[in-house]
């Protein structure tokens, strides 16, 4: 359901990757993202959880107009990006940016801190004044927690954590709508990630840029969204606020993620129940037929393997995918 306030909002997309059967091989598809819908709001943290391989990334480039989907309809802002023209589209990159996986990675080991942090002004604003350049890089950069000396340095010349509060930097200074966060805390220690999972949710609060959080790590999830949603080969299993979907699972899959997660308190941990997963992910080459987790699904019954659920809603804006969600017990996942 959507809102006025809707800055994103997405229908029906579906993006598949061509692979070749080599010679005399039928030509497949990857199916990477499956009829994935859902909004964002301004201000609003959305995370996407799941499984290596559901598609998480996938879906974020596809939002950014990086890929382009097979099916499906994206709007930004009132408008089809897909249907702008190129200029047009490239103008609408400055309201979408991106923080991606690896920090060191991401930054060019030739140009120091300041050119690359500047880079998207000399893009978007070609005519702006050295000088302002200048003081506008040293402000976001101190205000990702960075001296300003440090525009004169080279990325290897700081940690990890520090490589990707440039990258926040670089991803700010453009003043974005909506940054895709791409598995952007996961190469960092615990202690680290915390801190920039921090620095992400005051930036968040303060500009009111709304934040695409992808992340396998659900603690991490529940530390900075509003709602989430679960992707499972691409499909989306759950999506509810953070404090409905945490506390009150009802897809088995998002149970089975949320029992994954250690609790500190030993007495807890000993003593709660497990949801434990059989079999292996199945290849997005050839999914399975039906709903797609009743492989690996124990309550899974006939209509699973046959039929795909809907994306039913319940109370608020608590939406799942299971046939079976009015049958299941849950146990709301420790605090």
């Keep these: 359901m959507t809102t006025p306030d809707d800055l994103l909002r997405v229908e029906g997309l579906s993006v598949d990757f061509p692979v070749s059967g080599g010679l005399w091989g039928r030509k497949r598809a990857v199916h990477a993202v499956r009829d994935v819908s859902f909004t964002l709001s301004a201000g609003e943290t959305l995370g996407v959880v799941g499984e290596s391989g559901c598609g998480k990334s996938t879906l974020g480039r596809a939002v950014l107009n990086l890929i382009r989907p097979t099916a499906g309809r994206i709007w930004w802002n009132g408008s089809e990006p897909a249907a702008e023209s190129l200029e047009r589209q490239r103008l609408l990159r400055r309201e979408m940016t991106v923080i991606f996986q690896d920090p060191l990675a991401s930054l060019d080991p030739r140009m120091t801190i300041g050119a690359q942090v500047g880079e998207p002004l000399d893009i978007f604003e070609p005519a702006l004044p050295e000088d302002e350049k200048r003081r506008r890089v040293a402000a976001v950069l101190e205000r990702v927690g960075l001296s300003a000396d440090a525009v004169g340095r080279y990325p290897h010349q700081f940690s990890g954590g520090q490589c990707q509060r ?73 999506i509810a606020g953070r404090d409905s979907l945490y506390g009150a699972p009802r897809h088995p899959y998002t149970r089975a993620l949320l029992s994954a997660v250690p609790v500190p308190d030993p007495d807890v941990e000993r003593n709660r129940r497990r949801f434990h997963l059989i079999g292996d992910l199945p ?21 699973c393997r046959t039929e795909v659920p809907d994306l039913s809603g319940l109370e608020g804006r608590h939406h799942v995918a299971c046939h079976l969600w009015r049958e299941l017990e849950f146990s709301p996942s420790p605090a």
């Design 166 to 238: 440039v990258g926040i930097a670089r991803a700010l200074i453009s003043n974005p709508r909506m940054i895709v966060c791409d598995e952007a805390v996961s190469a960092l220690d615990v202690s680290i990630q915390a801190q920039i999972v921090a620095l992400l949710g005051d930036l968040s609060r303060e500009m009111g840029v709304a934040l695409l959080f992808i992340s396998h790590n659900l603690a991490v999830v529940r530390q900075i969204s509003d709602r989430v949603m679960v992707l499972y080969l691409g499909k989306v299993m759950e």
């Design 283 to 303: 290849s997005p080459l050839d999914p399975p037929k039906g709903c797609v987790f009743h492989t690996r699904c124990p309550h899974a019954v006939d209509r």
